[in-house]
């Protein structure tokens, strides 16, 4: 297992990374779970967020993708699966080499004029850097405008972001499906800060499709008490071909108060 890295100053700096592994199936066609383990190894990260996350799917293998990828990586995991179909199950995952608990998941609202739209949920994960106590809450939203809109405010709502067990510093992270212009995004940004806004060297960072990426639509918000160093996309060869996304990758420091 690799390391935890380094504080300095009273202020903790680890890293996070958001990524949608679409199912480990990369541009190419190709199914390959260690050619995604090899993307996140590549950059390190304290904490890995996943989405499309295929356990024991039949169209896969019936690997169970996120187990897997701790393992290559040396790391605890947390699966919650929004959508499941017997025995097979497809969501999302969170990973980290920190000392961690589950707090919570659960569905997202849907859009009841299309009863048949792929479920969604989110997943809470609190993880120990260094002796704070940091909230992560990894979710990916649905495609439609209107099942985005519905699903933000849950999650600004009580049952998340709006209730008892919200404590900073937090962050709420994952693949978006919304760029910042959409209301999702808007409704979300209300209350927390896009990290690649509070990054010294603000840049739009798009994520997809990964071969030439346009949109940003993989976010990182994060709460007061989170100072984010940097922010970056992963753009080399093989993260533009294992994924139809690319990684997006936030270095942090929390403050200790």
């Not at 903790?12 to 995604?36: E, M, Q």
Request: some cysteine; aromatic content about 6%; hydrophobic content about 45%.
């Amino acid at each position: 297992m690799r390391q935890p890295r380094g504080f300095g100053k009273g202020r903790h700096v680890a890293r996070l990374l958001t990524y949608n592994v679409h199912r480990c199936v990369g541009v190419d066609g190709k199914l390959d779970v260690a050619r995604v383990a090899e993307v996140i190894a590549a950059q390190s990260p304290d904490i890995v967020a996943l989405q499309e996350v295929d356990v024991g799917r039949a169209r896969t293998g019936g690997v169970d993708q996120a187990e897997r990828l701790a393992q290559r990586l040396g790391m605890a995991f947390h699966f919650h699966a929004n959508v499941r179909v017997e025995s097979e199950l497809y969501g999302d995952a969170l990973l980290t080499i920190r000392p961690e608990r589950l707090v919570k998941t659960g569905p997202l609202p849907g859009d009841p004029r299309f009863p048949r739209l792929e479920p969604r949920g989110a997943l809470w994960v609190a993880i120990d850097i260094d002796g704070v106590e940091l909230q992560v809450i990894n979710t990916h939203l649905g495609l439609v405008p209107r099942e985005q809109r519905a699903q933000a405010l849950a999650l600004a709502g009580r049952e998340w972001l709006g209730g008892e067990q919200r404590a900073n510093p937090l962050m709420l992270v994952g693949d978006f499906n919304a760029t910042p212009l959409a209301a999702a995004y808007r409704t979300l940004a209300s209350s927390l800060t896009d990290a690649r806004r509070a990054a010294p060297f603000a840049r739009a960072l798009p994520t997809f499709p990964s071969r030439m990426p346009i949109l940003a639509i993989d976010h990182v918000f994060v709460s007061p008490g989170i100072r984010i160093q940097s922010a970056r996309t992963a753009l080399d060869p093989l993260s533009r071909t294992a994924s139809d996304h690319v990684p997006l990758i936030v270095d942090f420091r929390l403050d200790r108060s």
